[in-house]
């Protein structure tokens, strides 16, 4: 009788203990399948484990590209990852409109945590009032120009106008050097010139009362102008810029065959990886000129990327804990130390604790008044596609700035009846 | 009875696999076709034709049933043409058996890479700045005529084209091998002793006696190029400026992009029509002939 009593206890306890040793699984899907940063997300999520080891996190990964597609498809199905990432703006909002991203807000003001992030990198995340992500990772664009270039062709320091960066353009031509590295073959490339001088173009209720696809009409003089302030720009391109990719004119200006580059922030520690030894002592960045139009010249293009969790997690308490450890204090360290990004919690690092270059960049960000999201994350997608295709068309100067906003206006007329 | 009747026991596994994997699809598609719906919300709305008019009203869809179109015309006269010329011109013992084998294994490799690895290829062929092309005009004073050749609308189209004809030619020269390989030799003796040269042996016995099989590969082509999706999403993704859209990349794009899925669904339907009555044109007129 002992015996029995004895066997029935321990398969007890061998069935609770293997009821409670992996309780909870989450799934968590990112868009980095290359190292150093799979690997960052590998060791995130067994360091996270070890913290709470009854949560087992399924680390999945899907290229930048096809991620945009499969999240959608993902996200209407019952294998829904419980934490994903994604791009604020239209991109975000359109699935917080059917529902599928969970509100975070609760989460975040119960224990005061929303108080440890940089305010400006949540707000992105923000959506009728309500918090729907947090920042992973904080970007901005920037012009990054080569100084030994810039001194060849007698310029003495970097643009702060729109006159003055025709005005080096001008000069590096004349001293036979390559201005401007261009790749606009995807086409996102183009947004980002677009969306910063577009806010510097226009008074700010109007673009964003435009990007709203319920309302937009586009029809405002402004946009017109700011295609003529980029249509100024592409003589000192490459040529064939709608042919090559970015990576490819990445390649090119780590060379040193192009003396300027738009770029984003969290390309530079890539950069510096990639690039022949000392180059990054030879790089520098300026803003986006101001162009003089009516729009702030302080605002600064760029969005943080960053992490929600799904609706329909069965367990949203550890994925609201996941998330917040992913875009933590620890994990902040780990990920400026071995990929060189900063996310958007507070007092990670100090300024001797990294890179000139990577802190002065991210002050730009931490002090700019006003982030200016992707101009392609935050159109409807159907306004996008006709805006691309336009940019494209100018960039090879078979279009007008009037024709091209005629176009935006008439497909943003069909969109608005979706509404 | 009851033995034919246990027989058919037999058929229902492989029928419900049909039933379950392409026509339960077909169906379901044509039924999605008739509502606004997206791959990530749970609400749809029953909007009838809707899609359908839409698409016809479409100037894209145009473009890309006539790039679609082009394909299949390029593709017939250069993998099928041409890749029974080299067959039988292979077979034709006009060069020795080794140099044969070894031209057959040549040109069929192609076929077998994949089409991500032969797109990127081609990518890199094609680039404006140091794609081999361009380097090769360069280098023989034609630079005027160097241009991005994925990224320019007059020749987008033609050069992924292009990139399929280098790809498959092969594979269609070694089916039409398969086939003159069967022809008996005694009709060629019969020929030559009557005073028929080369020209007039393909003309009256080799063409006539591959009809079926260049049947097949006509078909097969024709349903390839309405098909076509990897080859254009890989290298231009459909541009520039929606120059190389064909068929399936407008499918994609309406699903996918726009997350129209009831509107992909319309355009979907509408090449399994496309396809299907090419088809069963195509297998009527031959078969009509015989």
């Known amino acids: 009788m002992k015996r029995k009593l004895t066997w029935v206890l321990l398969l007890s306890l061998l069935l609770c203990a293997v009821a409670f040793s992996a309780s909870v699984e989450l799934k968590f899907l990112h868009r980095w399948t290359q190292e150093p940063d799979s690997l960052f997300f590998d060791e995130v999520a067994r360091d996270f484990e070890q913290l709470y080891p009854n949560i087992k996190v399924n680390v999945q990964s899907i290229a930048n590209d096809p991620f945009k597609e499969k999240i959608k498809v993902l996200l209407g199905t019952s294998d829904a990852p419980d934490v994903f990432f994604t791009w604020p703006g239209e991109f975000t909002n359109r699935f ?324 | 009875m009851r033995k034919s009747a246990f027989n058919y026991l037999y058929v229902i596994p492989a029928l419900g696999m049909v039933l379950l994997f392409v026509y339960f699809p077909i169906v379901s598609n044509v039924y999605n076709s008739l509502f606004r719906m997206s791959s990530y919300s749970v609400t749809k709305t029953f909007i009838g034709f809707e899609n359908y008019t839409r698409i016809f009203k479409d100037p894209l869809f145009y473009t890309s049933i006539k790039n679609n179109a082009l394909y299949a015309l390029f593709s017939v006269l250069c993998q099928v043409g041409f890749g029974t010329l080299l067959a039988i011109f292979l077979e034709g013992r006009y060069v020795g058996s080794r140099l044969r084998n070894f031209y057959r294994n040549v040109l069929f490799i192609p076929s077998v890479i994949s089409i991500s690895a032969v797109a990127l290829l081609w990518y890199f062929v094609c680039n404006p700045t140091i794609g081999l092309i361009n380097g090769l005009l360069d280098k023989a004073g034609l630079q005027h005529l160097i241009t991005a050749w994925l990224a320019n609308p007059k020749t987008a189209i033609f050069a992924v084209i292009a990139m399929s004809q280098w790809q498959y030619t092969g594979y269609i020269m070694v089916l039409m091998l398969v086939a003159v390989q069967k022809i008996p030799p005694e009709l060629y003796e019969a020929a030559v002793i009557d005073g028929a040269n080369g020209f007039r042996k393909t003309i009256h016995i080799t063409l006539p006696s591959i009809k079926n099989m260049l049947i097949v590969s006509t078909i097969i082509t024709i349903i390839g190029s309405f098909k076509l999706f990897a080859e254009i999403y890989v290298t231009t993704g459909g541009g520039p400026y929606n120059a190389t859209q064909v068929l399936g990349t407008y499918m994609y794009r309406a699903a996918f992009l726009f997350d129209e899925m009831g509107f992909g669904s319309a355009i979907a339907v509408v090449i399994f029509v496309l396809t299907f009555t090419v088809s069963v044109l195509q297998m009527k007129y031959f078969s009509g002939e015989d």
């Open chain 1, 96 to 419: 917080i409109r059917a529902d599928r991203v969970l509100d975070l807000t609760p989460y975040l003001l119960r224990d005061g945590s929303l108080w440890n992030y940089v305010g400006s990198q949540v707000e992105p995340f923000v959506y009728q009032g309500k918090i729907y992500g947090l920042p992973y990772r904080l970007d901005a664009k920037v012009f990054v120009y080569n100084k030994e270039l810039f001194q060849k062709a007698g310029i003495t320091k970097a643009p702060v106008t729109f006159a003055e960066l025709i005005d080096a353009c001008k000069k590096l031509k004349a001293a036979k050097i390559n201005q401007i590295a261009f790749g606009n073959e995807g086409t996102w490339a183009v947004s980002h010139y677009i969306g910063a001088i577009n806010q510097k173009s226009l008074p700010e209720d109007v673009w964003l009362k435009d990007l709203d696809p319920a309302q937009g009409v586009w029809t405002h003089p402004g946009y017109v102008e700011s295609l003529k302030i980029y249509s100024q720009l592409v003589p000192y391109f490459n040529p064939f810029a709608n042919g090559i990719k970015h990576d490819q004119a990445r390649i090119e200006f780590m060379a040193g065959k192009f003396a300027i580059m738009y770029l984003e922030i969290v390309e530079i520690p890539e950069i510096l990886r990639e690039a022949p030894t000392g180059f990054g002592e030879k790089i520098g960045v300026f803003v986006f000129p101001d162009t003089k139009g009516p729009g702030d010249p302080d605002y600064l293009v760029g969005y943080p990327e960053g992490f929600v969790v799904s609706a329909d997690t069965k367990y949203p308490e550890e994925a609201v804990a996941f998330l917040k450890y992913l875009t933590g204090r620890e994990a902040g360290r780990k990920e400026i130390e071995q990929l060189g990004f900063f996310n958007g919690y507070r007092n990670v690092v100090g300024p001797d604790e990294v890179l000139p270059i990577i802190y002065e960049t991210t002050s730009l960000i931490l002090n700019s008044k006003r982030m200016v999201n992707w101009l392609d994350s935050d159109l409807h997608a159907k306004i996008w596609d006709v805006y691309s295709v336009q940019l494209q068309m100018l960039t090879d100067l078979v279009a007008t700035p009037e024709n091209v906003m005629k176009e935006i206006q008439n497909i943003a007329t069909e969109v608005r009846k979706e509404f």
